[in-house]
């Protein structure tokens, strides 16, 4: 009974530290998204609802990455505090063992991993999915704000577009430069004095025109084809039936990616990438296990009452050291110089001994 209470006390002990993790890098994560955030709001004129929806749908996209980070910290805090205070010390003298007390840590450990699992493969990519289609919906809607005065615009509905002057609020345009690649073989380079951007308000996204004026069509092919026009009229993709763009890697479900993998006319470096978007996301819910067993083994020994943040900075040291491999392993299997079994699980391995060989001291 003694020992089922003091599990519990630990186990409950480190829930409001993992939430706090959660919530902490949660705001650190978006805040690296800030400007990006803040070119939507003051580009596009987007509402503060629809800003919510996108903080939104990002946080869920960062979960399996927040999940793991967020344990680390909450065994570390916890523990370090336990250590502190000398409560482990007490437990150990009424007959706990280290191992004993490191299990709630391991339980909180499995539990992670599993909920770590699911989002990655299920919830994640469908936050990155949602994300992308209210991305794309908007680029569409606000067409006149996506493009910039003087810059060139690569991603402007499969064209290359170029105006040198803009007026994002009527949509008017000026001395317009547009390479258009849509016909296959035979690109078009069309050149017009101005125009305007069209778009149908009952159904935005899904009618946009760009109307030119006073330019020129130019063909190369076998010869060289120029045509004259007065008004010429330029449909701007499709629109947004959002459910019909091809999805990324990231906003791929288990089912898809093994789906996909499986299908007979994926190329192999389709293939590849699959292969690395899948070991990415079952490295980074097994690293939860190993984040535990790391907490377990540096918070014991955080045992400095002129340092109360030395969990904090602990994890942050253990995290920017897994990152750095994972980042360069990653890098090293997308340019196929390290198998990609190998070089995904590289950091898992490293820092699993790395626990392991802690452990050991502290149990012994």
């Not at 547009?178 to 050149?191: A, Q």
């Not at 076998?222 to 999805?247: C, S, W, Y």
């Not at 110089?337 to 012994?364: D, E, G, S």
Request: proline share 3%; glycine share 8%; with cysteine.
């Amino acid at each position: 009974m003694l020992g089922r209470r003091a599990t519990n006390y630990l186990f409950f002990e480190m829930w409001p530290s993992l939430v706090l993790g959660v919530l902490v890098f949660i705001f650190i994560l978006l805040m690296a998204q800030a400007l990006r955030l803040t070119e939507f709001v003051l580009g596009h004129g987007i509402s503060l609802l629809t800003v919510a929806q996108i903080m939104g749908y990002l946080s869920i996209s960062f979960l399996p990455v927040i999940l793991p980070m967020s344990l680390l910290f909450s065994v570390l805090m916890t523990y370090g505090r336990l250590s502190q205070d000398s409560e482990i010390v007490a437990l150990k003298a009424i007959g706990y063992s280290q191992a004993s007390l490191s299990l709630p840590a391991f339980m909180l450990s499995a539990l992670v991993c599993f909920i770590s699992a699911q989002t990655s493969f299920q919830l994640a990519p469908w936050g990155n999915r949602q994300f992308e289609v209210i991305v794309t919906k908007l680029s569409s809607t606000k067409a006149g704000a996506t493009l910039k005065e003087g810059t060139f615009s690569e991603g402007f509905f499969d064209l290359v577009v170029y105006a040198n002057k803009v007026d994002s609020k009527t949509g008017k345009i000026e001395k317009v430069f547009i390479y258009d690649e849509r016909s296959g073989d035979l690109p078009l380079t069309i050149i017009s004095k101005d125009g305007q951007i069209i778009q149908d308000k009952n159904a935005p996204g899904n009618a946009i025109l760009l109307q030119l004026k006073d330019g020129n069509i130019h063909r190369k092919g076998e010869t060289h084809t120029k045509i004259n026009f007065g008004t010429f009229e330029v449909r701007l993709a499709d629109p947004v039936n959002e459910q019909h763009r091809e999805k990324s890697p990231q906003s791929l479900t288990l089912d898809e990616i093994l789906e996909k993998q499986a299908a007979p006319d994926t190329s192999d470096d389709t293939k590849r990438m699959l292969t690395i978007e899948f070991h990415k996301r079952l490295a980074l819910s097994f690293a939860g296990l190993i984040f535990g067993a790391l907490g377990v083994a540096f918070g014991t020994q955080t045992n400095r009452r002129d340092q109360k943040g030395s969990g904090f900075v602990i994890s942050l040291g253990v995290l920017i050291g897994y990152w750095i491999l994972y980042l360069g392993f990653e890098s090293m299997a997308r340019s196929g110089q390290v198998p990609v079994v190998l070089a995904l699980w590289i950091p898992n391995l490293f820092f699993a001994t790395l626990a392991a060989w802690r452990l050991k001291k502290i149990w012994n």
